[in-house]
Nanobody, 126 residues
């Protein structure tokens, strides 16, 4: 079964760090661009970060630049999101997504991604 499974969420104090993982199964995703989005309560799903298949290029949302970092280990079929200096407004469900149609898109447009995980909750306490 083709799926993405996020893990690593939890409760963290403001200023703390967390690392999220997105494990892909069913087939190799080493040739697909991947991304992280988040949806805070009452808000639209927001682009957080994207990464090319090789990991050579990344993109970050304006609100997380300088604090969050995306990486991948294609040997483990896993994408990571390192989140530092977390803020209370970072409280959200974080989703992993893959572009398996063109395999190259790693930007902020949600419709470009055709495979999504179920999400992992991150709560940042003030």
């Amino acid at each position: 079964q083709v799926q993405l499974v996020e893990s690593g969420g939890g409760l963290v104090p403001a200023g703390g760090s967390l690392r999220l993982s997105c494990a892909a199964s069913g087939r190799s995703y080493s040739r697909d661009a991947m991304a992280w989005f988040r949806r805070a309560p009452g808000k639209e799903r927001e682009f957080v970060a994207g990464i090319t298949p090789s990991g050579g290029s990344t993109a970050l949302g304006d609100s997380v630049k300088g604090r969050f970092f995306i990486s991948r280990d294609n040997g483990k079929n896993t994408v990571y999101l390192q989140m530092n200096s977390l803020k209370p407004e970072g409280t959200a469900v974080y989703y992993c997504a893959a572009d398996t149609r063109t395999s190259t898109y790693y930007g902020p447009l949600r419709p470009q991604y055709d495979l999504w995980g179920q999400g992992t909750q991150v709560t940042v306490s003030s």
